[in-house]
């Protein structure tokens, strides 16, 4: 018998362990779009509470080591070990856990793999992923693997592939595995959910995110002079076409509009500009001559536009520029039938007067009337805190909460898997002059059933 004959036979013999689960034995090995559901869906799903949660950080280069500051901080944590290629990374690291007045965490580095050692120790509950891109999903399976909750920077999977890994894993191995998309707590993203989940914009319509951030120095500084791994980011952009970073424009507007919890998104299309600045750029830094300097270098253009319907008839624009000159923005826009929410800055209109923005008194009155919880109980220390204006330590703090109390997580697989699918799926759009491509269900129909995001009644 084969493994498709395998889980059809057990699908028609309704092979389940108590609370509706295959047990593992039931299920083979595997993980990809093809296999059928192994048996237990992930929504809502919590875990016995973790008294300490262990933590083994893997990668500590400009972004790690915020994590390892904000999480060394936070009460019932232990940072047990911290991975890195670099020997001088991880020994900068674990001394900000020293000096928050914990144990030294133990020192991976050296080698390519060797993160997996942290991965296989007995005394780790999370892994907490902060390298690149390529290196999240092979990373997370691998600690889910080996019985740890993973969770990881953004986007959490750069093909359709790897969220079905991601997915298939976490189902199988009943782990927790987070996307860190460190957006969702903004204040300004968590007063717009209070609204939307107290009804004040009425049935959503139509939400608008973005990640418009100028990285074009960042992107083409060498390593060795401070810039990310290996270029990382420029080699991404060499490769690939698309947004490769939909998840902190998309991810509030997905909680808003409760994508995964009673809608699901349906088809994308998407179109991308040519390539303009980026050889301007690498002219002036390296010369005419650098290959960096020729627009044929470079897949990606330099603005992505990206629309989403989703099943119940909505739709969201996400966009990605990290190339041309702008104010940072992340949009945050959200209408409804009742009024509508907008970021960058803060403006809202509602019914009785919505063709004209609320003035600064009527919009404190709101912000009074609807500030998220999170934000009321915490917002100060998150401030002191600090990490993006306080968001990462809110993010942490909830993260460690639903961990220490036997919650489920504020975003799970099927979060990650649906915003970082993106990744590949725009650029499959724009390859093909921005034909529609389908976006997969990847809870396999849960989506009808599962309960709307908590987090607003913390
Ligand atoms: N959400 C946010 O606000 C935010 C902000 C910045 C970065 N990020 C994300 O954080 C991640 C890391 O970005 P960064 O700016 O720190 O990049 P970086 O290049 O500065 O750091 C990555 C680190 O990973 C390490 N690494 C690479 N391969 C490894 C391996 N095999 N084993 C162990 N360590 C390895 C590198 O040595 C490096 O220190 C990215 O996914 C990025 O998108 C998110």
Aim: aromatic share 8%; net charge neutral.
């Amino acid at each position: 018998m084969n493994r498709r004959d395998f889980l059809q036979l057990a699908g028609m013999a309704g092979l389940t362990a108590a609370g509706g689960c295959r047990t593992m034995e039931q299920i083979f090995e595997g993980g990809a779009g093809t296999v059928p559901w192994s048996g237990c869906n992930m929504a809502g799903f919590r875990v016995e509470p973790l008294p300490v949660v262990r933590v083994g950080v893997i990668g500590v280069g400009q972004r790690g080591p915020g994590h390892v500051k904000t999480l060394a901080r936070i009460p019932g944590v232990q940072i047990v070990a911290i991975g890195d290629l670099y020997a001088n990374r991880t020994a900068k690291a674990a001394k900000l856990v020293t000096e928050a007045g914990h144990p030294a965490p133990q020192e991976y580095h050296g080698s390519d793999e060797a993160w997996r050692g942290i991965c296989e120790r007995e005394d780790v509950d999370l892994i907490y992923i902060c390298t690149p891109w390529l290196l999240h999903t092979p990373m997370a399976v691998y600690a889910m693997e080996c019985g740890k909750h993973a969770v990881s920077e953004v986007p959490a999977a750069v093909t359709e592939e790897e969220c079905w890994q991601l997915v298939s894993t976490a189902e199988e191995t009943r782990r927790h595995f987070m996307m860190l998309e460190n957006s969702c707590y903004g204040y300004n993203e968590l007063l717009a959910l209070s609204l939307c989940r107290k009804g004040v914009l009425g049935d959503l319509v139509h939400g608008e995110g973005a990640y418009l951030h100028d990285l074009s120095d960042s992107k083409l500084t060498p390593e060795d002079t401070g810039g990310y791994q290996g270029r990382w980011r420029l080699e991404w952009t060499k490769q690939h076409t698309g947004n490769p970073y939909p998840t902190p424009g998309l991810g509030p507007i997905c909680q808003y509009m409760n994508i995964n919890r009673g809608d699901r998104f349906d088809f994308l299309t998407s179109v991308s500009t040519d390539v303009f600045r980026m050889p301007q750029k690498a002219a002036r830094a390296f010369g005419e001559k650098a290959p960096e300097a020729r627009h044929a270098y470079y897949r990606q253009g330099d603005m992505n536009t990206t629309i989403i319907r989703t099943y119940r008839g909505r739709t969201i624009l996400v966009e990605h520029d990290t190339t041309s000159p702008e104010p940072y923005s992340r949009i945050n826009l959200i209408k409804g039938t009742k009024g509508i929410f907008a970021d960058y800055p803060l403006r809202v209109a509602l019914e009785p007067s919505p063709h004209r923005w609320m003035d600064d008194q009527a919009l404190s009155e709101l912000k009074a009337k609807y500030e998220h919880p999170l934000w009321q109980k915490n917002g100060n220390a998150a401030k002191q805190r600090g990490g993006r204006g306080g968001v990462d330590y809110l993010m942490n703090l909830r993260l460690i909460h639903c961990l220490r109390n036997g919650l489920p997580l504020d975003m799970d697989v099927y979060d990650a898997a649906s915003w970082s699918c993106l990744v590949e799926l725009t650029e499959r759009s724009v390859l093909k002059n921005g034909k529609p491509v389908e976006i997969p269900d990847f809870t396999r129909g849960g989506w009808k059933t599962a309960e709307p995001l908590g987090i607003v009644n913390v």
